[in-house]
């Protein structure tokens, strides 16, 4: 199995994938290393991609891969499963360019210090919302090391980059003919993070805690929901404030020497309200407008959000790429009965190569006829269930449950009526009965029942010990171990 890195990564970034898969599944791992900053189509030519793999390539590199097969022929590759990969281009490679994203933010620090600027002045106020904005990530994780870090070099936009802008000349003809770039096998993992809103805020935490250990666990999301609370609250507080001094302005007559100065007061402390709320609005609705448009590309009207790729669902993103962009329709193939567009719910852009959603989807096309990756073979596993505790002279009842058989199964029984005793054979069933004798005395006997079971030349052995409960008895004879209670 071949792994692909994307933009401004390395192949250590599916090293977390890479482990769990292979405890379930056996195949040798092949990395596929380049330099991201170039032009795709040569980089295509170029990289080595071992002839019948089954091919799993992120972002960028669902590219590489499928220019790759266009270069070289479809046959290259056993398979191509793609995640989160800009198949018809990103949005961001066009409208983050040259600082615009930076201008977005200032907006939002704007937007975030009006509050503070009007109750506390200009400079403390903007202090306030750049340390805000900062706190959650938004300028030092997102304008920084992921977005402008990874989309230019300090010359201008990487080649690669251009490659990826919508309607480029790579990707017009990359995608004028899609089955001439991809095999017969061929599937798209779609990342879906919109149905927990903020997308934003979750992508950036994950760029903060780093492509080892990218799956975000919350943290920044608590700390926006409790910043646009305190928004709202101080909002809420001021517009009181108002109310109070207007009712007083109402209720006073003009010869009050107060009268005019209630009606200034409240109109001040109604403005305070209006710019704490033009912050709350901003956290909580039009932070994330600007996020679709100028990064993801998508349509913050479009709807309701839904988990299919259909048009009428564009706002369903990973935070920076739109489903039908990762996943367009020519992933299908006609009169195939396999769906070859999956959603991983849940999954940001950053989080797509560790995700567990995205795991499960690829534990999913393995096991499909076109990919048909063997699984590793677990062990022969049996297991007894019965009572642990029963009274000398009582039978008791056992049961087997088997896993992993390789075919079919015998079974073999064994008894021991204490451990100073040897193991008898008692019976070949899936079940047993079997009387317990306790120790002489009113001692308890540590016996045990012991199931030996074999399928396809493996062995697996169980045993469940029993504590049997003694009594006097009244009848003993010297020459044997144990007897029976007298009922």
């Keep these: 199995m071949s792994f692909i890195h994307g933009l401004g990564d390395n192949y250590t970034i599916w090293n977390n994938m890479a482990g769990q898969l292979s405890s379930e599944f056996v195949f040798y791992r092949d990395n596929v290393s380049y330099n991201s900053a170039n032009a795709v189509s040569n980089t295509a030519s170029s990289v080595y ?37 800009p198949n018809l281009g990103a949005p961001a490679a066009v409208n983050v360019q040259n600082g ?46 992921y977005i402008n870090a990874r989309l230019q070099t300090a010359y201008g936009q990487k080649a690669s980059v251009s490659d990826m802008r919508p309607g480029s000349s790579f990707l017009n003809t990359l995608n004028a003919s899609p089955n001439n ?17 903020y997308e934003y805020v979750r992508i950036s935490e994950s760029a903060y805690r780093g492509p080892e250990s990218p799956i975000e666990n919350g943290t920044f999301i608590k700390a926006h929901r409790y910043l646009y609370s305190f928004y709202f609250a101080a909002a809420s507080y001021y517009t009181y404030l108002s109310g109070e001094y207007f009712y007083l302005y109402l209720t006073s007559n003009t010869y009050d020497p107060n009268h005019f100065f209630y009606y200034n007061s409240a109109v001040y402390f109604a403005t305070i309200a209006q710019q704490w709320y033009k912050g709350f609005l901003s956290l909580v609705y039009f932070q994330q407008r600007d ?86 073979k677990k062990p ?81 052995i169980d045993i469940h010990y029993v504590d049997v409960s003694g009594c006097e008895s009244e009848s003993f004879s010297f020459d044997s171990k144990v007897s029976p209670c007298l009922q």
């Design 380 to 460: 022969l596993y049996v297991n007894i269930s019965g009572p642990r505790l029963v009274s000398g002279g009582e039978s008791a009842y056992f049961s087997s449950s088997v896993s992993n058989a390789g075919g079919s199964v015998s079974y073999q029984w064994h008894y021991r009526r204490d451990q100073g005793s040897s193991w008898v054979s008692v019976d070949n069933g899936t079940t047993l009965q079997q009387i317990f004798y306790a120790a002489p005395d009113g001692e308890t006997a540590r016996a045990a029942v012991k199931l030996v079971v074999s399928s396809a030349g493996e062995t697996a």
């Design 181 to 197: 770039t991809l095999p017969t096998a061929r599937y798209a993992i779609f990342g879906n993070e919109s149905g927990s809103r």
């Design 291 to 376: 996020w679709d448009k100028y990064v993801v590309g998508a349509n913050y009207y479009s709807g309701t959000i839904c988990g299919n790729i259909g048009q009428n669902c564009k706002d369903t993103n990973d935070g920076l790429l739109t489903a039908v962009t990762q996943a367009p329709s020519f992933f299908e193939r006609f009169g195939d009965n396999t769906v070859r567009r999956l959603e991983a719910r849940g999954a940001n852009h950053l989080e797509e190569t560790a995700h567990p959603a995205v795991k499960q989807r690829l534990f999913e096309i393995f096991r499909n006829d076109d990919v048909s990756i063997p699984e590793v």
């Design 49 to 85: 991609i071992p002839s019948g793999t089954v091919t799993l390539a992120h972002s960028l590199g669902g590219l590489v891969a499928r220019e790759h097969l266009r270069q070289k022929g479809t046959g290259k590759m056993n398979a191509l499963i793609t995640v989160g990969t």
């Design 100 to 145: 615009n994203l930076a201008n977005v933010i200032a907006g939002w620090v704007e937007d975030v210090a009006a509050g503070p600027i009007a109750s506390f002045g200009s400079v403390y106020g903007r202090d306030f919302g750049r340390a805000v904005l900062s706190e959650i990530g938004y300028i030092d994780q997102l304008t920084g090391p």
